[in-house]
């Protein structure tokens, strides 16, 4: 839809989000005042409106991102450039993965909104699997898009020119600090951001003092800081993917920017295996949780293979690097794509359970010993992912290993 609105930025509510979409005639029967409008965003940072027409069902989304981390407050200021960081992306991804992706009907940067498809008919993958339940699409699916937005934004297939105004236009210097200070500085310093119950004081100075661990930590962080290999998602837990049986959408990149090829992967895996431990507790019949324990490890294994496979098709197919044709170059990328991903993924494990930003799959364990000994769990195993990083040469190794853990 190509109209233009011109609105001077405020946040908006149910009433004012209404003359954001008027001009777009998005809805055939309903009139304005009929329309129904609901905020529904439950995230860190941003207002989202749910507007739907009582008569045809027909519904959008409008987001719009506050000038501040609605987690904190206002005393957190944050770019609103962020969202024209989010519709840009979601553009660039459905140029090669339309199908993953919510459409976008319109954006405004100067408002920071997105206008896009409805997905009330999906439901959050975080809340989907800590209800035990499994999305048979989901590995392929995540893996395809993964493998085809990396490929298709690299120097692999890019002219360096248009790599290098690429990596320009999503530049994203704030939402990559609250990565570099969340993910990668303060769950491994006495830091006051961090949240953990007391506890776990002695496991979490363990942690601070383990000078292996804070080596490959500043290792894994300095890669994030410099190394833009591929447009990312950014954020791609599982409450960034919205999934029903036959549906996968990833949704929320307003994180992306040009980073290391393994980040994404990392955070997809990191929350399936925060999801793993947690089953423990939410699958209490031993038969449903070995059923969903084995499906959450495969949908790792499944998802690196379909990524693997898909990348190094596409590369065959199109890249138009002068080495693609050298032996063991590919390769060479795939293994430190794939050992750096396991270094992500154990930084992500340590900063959901110690960080500022927990996820639910563990904080909804009602019984404390019970969440204290899984805590536990995940920042031991945090720690090997990072530590031995460079060990795993397969991802059914990694798979074996989490079984066993
Ligand atoms: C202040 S934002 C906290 C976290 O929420 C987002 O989804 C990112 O994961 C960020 O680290
Ligand atoms: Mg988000």
Redesign the pocket.
């Known amino acids: 839809m190509s109209v233009q609105v011109k609105l001077a930025y405020e946040p908006l509510n149910e009433q004012t989000v209404l003359d954001v979409i008027k001009p777009l005639n998005f809805f055939e029967t309903a009139s304005s005042n009929e329309l129904v409008v609901q905020e529904i965003g439950d ?3 941003n207002l989202v409106f749910r507007i739907q027409d009582p008569h045809t069902k027909q519904a959008l989304i409008v987001k719009q991102a506050l000038p501040y ?1 609605k ?2 407050g206002e005393s ?1 200021p944050l770019t609103l450039d962020r969202a024209r960081i989010e519709s840009d992306a979601l553009v660039q991804e459905a140029e090669s993965v339309p199908h993953l992706v919510p459409k976008v009907y319109y954006s405004d940067p100067q408002l920071a909104v997105t206008v896009m498809e409805d997905l009330s008919d999906h439901v959050i993958l975080r809340k989907g699997l800590i209800e035990g339940n499994t999305y048979p699409q989901l590995a392929e699916d995540i893996g395809t898009f993964a493998a085809n937005t990396a490929f298709y934004s690299s120097d692999f297939y890019l002219h360096p020119f248009e790599k290098k105004d690429r990596v320009k236009k999503f530049s994203n210097p704030e939402l990559c600090k ?2 570099e200070d ?2 990668f500085t303060d769950p491994f310093f006495n830091h006051d951001t961090n949240d953990f119950p007391s506890e776990l004081q002695k496991e979490v100075e363990k942690i601070w003092t383990d000078q292996p661990l804070l080596r490959e930590v500043a290792q894994l962080r300095f890669s994030f800081l410099t190394r833009a290999e591929i447009l990312l998602h950014g ?1 791609l ?1 599982t ?2 993917v919205f999934v029903k049986s036959d549906s996968t959408k990833v949704i ?1 990149p307003e ?1 992306a920017f040009y980073g290391p090829a393994g980040f994404d992967l990392a955070h997809f895996f990191a929350n399936l295996i925060l999801n793993h431990l947690s089953q423990n507790v939410h699958a209490r019949e031993p038969f449903h949780r070995e059923s969903v324990q084995s499906y959450l490890l495969q949908t790792i294994e499944k998802t690196w293979e379909t990524y693997r496979k898909t990348f190094k098709e596409l590369w065959h197919e199109k890249s138009s690097d002068p080495f693609a044709k050298t032996e063991g170059v590919l390769e060479n990328f795939l293994q430190y794509t794939f050992q750096e991903a396991i270094g992500f993924a154990g930084c992500e494990v340590i900063r959901r359970t110690i960080g ?2 927990h996820v639910a799959d563990l904080d909804s364990i009602k019984q404390k010993d019970i969440e204290l000994f899984y805590k536990k769990k995940a920042l031991e195993l945090g720690s090997c992912l990072i530590k031995n990083q460079r060990k795993f040469t397969s991802i059914t190794q990694l798979t074996e290993w989490i079984r066993g853990a």
Request: overall charge negative; hydrophobic content about 60%; charged content about 10%.
């Open positions: 995230g860190n940072l981390a987690v904190v957190w609250i990565t969340l993910v954020d837990h409450g960034s929320d994180f500022l930003a």
